[in-house]
């Protein structure tokens, strides 16, 4: 597995004396998607700060494929181009009136020249679906509108990893699965890796390939969806729940008594296992 | 809402604003240098006249944003108009407590018209320019003008955030209402007050969130954007003077018929 970037004993503590992040280390495999569950609190928003550069960790270490990161004032830029990320609220991160103009920021910032501008932010645009909005003005977009264009602002940069807080918040059902939609088809387009936080638990077992859990600045459990939902109490501590198939499942074999696996959590998978069960049932009649 | 929903709309929304903005301040300049009715009452036609027909605005709205400042300016005409004037001859007077004769005179009359027509034809001017330029563009003419970048960063800012603002404080405002925070005046004044510090409060906040945002993308003390490309205005220019060789013809025409 070749990790696309790797976090190794993070701590960071505000100057306030509150420990955020207490020696965390995760890792995230390139062209994937991984997933960190969090409650409000947990500390997410805090280490993609510190994973991007706007924040200095105290210890620890980040590694951008296998090369350890440096924070000094010369090396950040290249941190914040390789590392994007896109913030939960897109009013937070849309400065400019003009969805064009915010666009490409980031790539003037990156000092590149007035065409290559362009062309990313024609690219960025066509990519996220927001050409024909280049004409409005940012308050005249919905909020899953301004969430691509805050996508499109991060595009620009071509990074390799991109960190998005929360990108399902606020959306409607139709719109947390386009905004999905869009960042498979980026992933597979371009490569990018992308880690997401959520506590929208319904959509991690469709789209993520790895989970960390955090909670209280700490990693309390890792590896994949079906791993992580085994442990449905370890969950429920943390202000979390089982994604509502896989809180079936677990009633199902509980309560009922019903051999049906545990790592079932979507609809496909259970409709397996229902299948599965049908046909046992089917074969002991006969 | 305003005239900035318009602006988006417009068929120059494309063009440079430079062209505009140079377009729409001499005519406005040469309207309030020129000391006449008629140059006044011209630029009011021609601009808004070019605001239909080359802005593609509609006329109801061009009549619209014209009558907004209207009422203030017939007030401060007014005022100018009907006061106190001694024993001078009057076109019109009466006296006050039998002691104190106000009226018009033909001097104040015409004074009146002047700032009317001037005032008009300098709006006319200015709605040119806001109906059809959105204000980021504008911005970007001010920067490309080396107005002081601060100065540009702020306005543009400002814009931004006064939406997200003022959106916040209506939302504020109905949950107080809805919680009957405005039933008296006492409580009216209590609930403004902290409807003000929350909004300032949660501005605060917002400002920070949106500097890590920025320094997220690279952002390292200046808001450098490139803007979508613009249609070439430079045809503005010889429309600019032609417009200014009319008025100026007015102004001598106005001069040499009226003593």
């Given at each position: 597995m070749s990790c696309a970037i790797e976090v190794r004993g993070l701590t960071y503590t505000y100057s306030d004396g509150t420990k955020a992040l207490d020696a965390i280390s995760f890792q995230?495999?390139?062209?994937?998607?991984?997933?960190?569950?969090?409650?409000?609190?947990?500390?997410?928003?805090?280490?993609?700060?510190n994973m991007n550069g706007v924040l200095t960790p105290q210890s620890g270490?980040?590694?951008?494929?296998?090369?350890?990161?440096?924070?000094?004032?010369?090396?950040?830029?290249?941190?914040?181009?390789?590392?994007?990320?896109?913030?939960?609220?897109?009013?937070?991160?849309?400065?400019?009136?003009?969805?064009?103009?915010?666009?490409?920021?980031?790539?003037?910032?990156?000092?590149?020249?007035?065409?290559?501008?362009?062309?990313?932010?024609e690219d960025a645009m066509e990519r996220t679906g927001v050409t024909r909005l280049k004409d409005k003005p940012t308050h005249a977009l919905s909020y899953g509108q301004k969430k691509r264009v805050a996508i499109a602002g991060v595009l620009v940069m071509e990074p390799s990893v991109m960190i998005l807080?929360?990108?399902?918040?606020?959306?409607?059902?139709?719109?947390?699965?386009?905004?999905?939609?869009?960042?498979?088809?980026?992933?597979?387009?371009?490569g990018i890796t992308i880690i997401l936080a959520t506590h929208d638990m319904d959509i991690i077992p469709l789209y993520c390939d790895q989970v960390y859990l955090l909670s209280g600045g700490k990693m309390v459990a890792s590896g994949t969806p079906e791993d992580v939902f085994s442990q449905p109490e370890l969950l429920r501590q943390n202000h979390l729940r089982l994604p509502r198939i896989a809180h079936l499942m677990e009633i199902l074999r509980d309560r009922d008594g019903v051999e049906v696996s545990r790592s079932a959590a979507t609809i496909s998978a259970a409709r397996r296992e229902i299948l599965r069960l049908a046909r046992e049932a089917g074969e002991q009649a006969e | 809402m305003g005239t900035d929903r318009c602006a988006y709309l417009s068929r120059l929304r494309l063009v440079d604003p430079i062209p505009k903005l140079w377009f729409s301040?001499?005519?406005?300049?040469?309207?309030?240098?020129?000391?006449?009715?008629?140059?006044?009452?011209?630029?009011?036609?021609?601009?808004?006249?070019?605001?239909?027909a080359l802005g593609g605005q509609r006329v109801r709205d061009v009549v619209h944003f014209l009558?907004?400042?209207?009422?203030?300016?017939?007030?401060?005409?007014?005022?100018?108009?009907?006061?106190?004037?001694?024993e001078?001859?009057?076109?019109?007077?009466?006296?006050?407590?039998?002691?104190?004769?106000?009226?018009?005179?033909?001097?104040?009359?015409?004074?009146?018209?002047?700032?009317?027509?001037?005032a008009l034809g300098a709006i006319s001017a200015m709605y040119f320019l806001s109906m059809n330029t959105p204000i980021t563009d504008l911005t970007m003419a001010l920067e490309r003008l080396h107005v002081p970048k601060l100065l540009?960063?702020?306005?543009?800012?400002?814009?931004?955030?006064?939406?997200?603002?003022?959106?916040?404080?209506?939302?504020?405002?109905?949950?107080?209402?809805?919680r009957l925070g405005y039933q008296n005046f006492r409580q009216s004044i209590r609930s403004l007050g902290e409807l003000a510090s929350?909004?300032?409060?949660?501005?605060?906040?917002?400002?920070?969130?949106?500097?890590?945002?920025?320094?997220?993308?690279?952002?390292?003390?200046?808001?450098?954007?490139?803007?979508?490309?613009?249609?070439?205005?430079?045809?503005?220019?010889?429309?600019?003077?032609?417009?200014?060789?009319?008025?100026?013809?007015?102004?001598?025409?106005?001069?040499?018929?009226?003593?």
């Open positions: 995230a495999e390139a062209g994937k998607v991984t997933g960190i569950l969090g409650a409000n609190g947990a500390g997410k928003s805090t280490l993609f700060l270490q980040v590694l951008l494929d296998g090369q350890t990161v440096g924070y000094s004032r010369r090396e950040l830029p290249e941190l914040r181009r390789r590392v994007g990320v896109v913030f939960q609220d897109p009013d937070d991160q849309l400065f400019s009136a003009d969805v064009y103009r915010d666009i490409s920021f980031g790539a003037v910032n990156l000092g590149l020249p007035e065409e290559e501008v362009r062309r990313r932010v807080d929360e990108p399902t918040a606020g959306l409607d059902p139709q719109g947390v699965s386009d905004i999905m939609r869009l960042l498979c088809q980026l992933r597979d387009a371009l | 301040l001499t005519a406005l300049l040469v309207c309030v240098f020129a000391e006449s009715v008629a140059v006044g009452l011209f630029t009011l036609a021609v601009l808004s006249g070019l605001n239909v009558k907004v400042p209207l009422a203030f300016l017939v007030v401060g005409c007014l005022t100018i108009l009907i006061r106190p004037i001694g001078a001859e009057a076109l019109w007077a009466l006296r006050l407590f039998g002691r104190f004769r106000w009226g018009i005179t033909a001097y104040y009359l015409r004074l009146a018209l002047l700032v009317l027509c001037k540009v960063e702020l306005m543009e800012l400002i814009y931004r955030f006064i939406f997200l603002l003022s959106g916040e404080a209506g939302r504020i405002r109905v949950a107080q209402e809805s929350a909004v300032f409060l949660r501005s605060l906040h917002r400002g920070n969130r949106v500097y890590a945002a920025l320094e997220s993308r690279g952002y390292t003390g200046s808001l450098t954007t490139l803007p979508g490309q613009y249609a070439p205005g430079a045809w503005f220019y010889p429309m600019a003077a032609g417009v200014a060789a009319c008025q100026i013809l007015i102004f001598f025409a106005e001069r040499s018929v009226l003593p």
